[in-house]
T-cell receptor, first 112, second 120 residues
Framework: NAGVTQTPKFQVLKTGQSMTLQCAQD?????MYWYRQDPGMGLRLIYY???????DKGEVPNGYNVSRLNKREFSLRLESAAPSQTSVYFC???????????FGDGTRLSIL | AQTVTQSQPEMSVQEAETVTLSCTYD???????LFWYKQPPSRQMILVIR??????QNATENRFSVNFQKAAKSFSLKISDSQLGDAAMYFC?????????????????FGKGTKLSVKP
């Protein structure tokens, strides 16, 4: 049982390049989330999708877009990467409104 | 807006001893959930324990237990018989339980974390 799968695990980009981070869950969860983790800052919510077909901004959405492709998949796109977006990105999912969030293993993204 | 504060950036404990990690939160809601997540060097986020605010009884999971003080808005994690594998970052998190989806659609609000070292 894979749980939440994120790809890629590592990526290096140049400033201005675009990139899509992929996330898929096999737990039949309704809600999915994207977080970024920076040193000393804990995890901060970028975007979330309460259910298939809906997305909403979180605490730090600027510079990102998301797509809830279907119930299983929730992607995060950086249209024009900036050094400030260097971070570790986590995808998570949960049963809507109840239950804890299950996290993927994260993507370490460096932007030069 | 809800906030979560972990006032101890780093803690250290001797193997087999007990350590308590502190967490306080601020909310005007009466119904919510609290969590402790562990993040070892492998970077995984692992759920350690959860507490429903409406339950007075403190949650326990093997060597991990919490001291939930709702009036004081305090949610500390106690690790008993510490093991080398307990060394990790520990994050306290809050989630609203209001509404169908949760007041914030089930979103977690994290503290900044406490780095726990375990000495052999």
């Amino acid at each position: 049982n894979a749980g939440v799968t994120q790809t890629p695990k590592f990526q290096v980009l140049k400033t201005g390049q675009s990139m899509t981070l992929q996330c898929a869950q096999d737990m039949n969860h309704n809600s999915m989330y994207w977080y970024r983790q920076d040193p000393g800052m804990g995890l901060r919510l970028i975007y979330y999708s309460a259910s298939e077909g809906t997305t909403d901004k979180g605490e730090v959405p600027n510079g990102y877009n998301v797509s809830r492709l279907n119930k299983r998949e929730f992607s995060l796109r950086l249209e024009s990467a900036a050094p400030s977006q260097t971070s570790v990105y986590f995808c998570a999912s949960s049963i809507q409104g109840i239950g804890p969030q299950h996290f993927g293993d994260g993507t370490r993204l460096s932007i030069l | 807006a809800q906030t979560v504060t972990q006032s101890q950036p780093e803690m250290s404990v001797q193997e087999a001893e007990t350590v308590t990690l502190s967490c306080t939160y601020d909310t005007s809601e009466s119904d919510y959930y609290l969590f402790w997540y562990k993040q070892p060097p492998s970077r995984q986020m692992i759920l350690v324990i959860r507490q429903e605010a409406y339950k007075q009884q403190n949650a326990t999971e093997n060597r991990f237990s919490v001291n939930f003080q709702k009036a004081a808005k305090s949610f500390s994690l106690k690790i008993s018989d510490s093991q080398l594998g307990d060394a990790a970052m520990y994050f306290c998190a809050y989630r609203s339980a209001s509404g169908i989806y949760g007041g914030s659609q089930g979103n977690l609000i994290f503290g900044k974390g406490t780095k726990l070292s375990v000495k052999p």
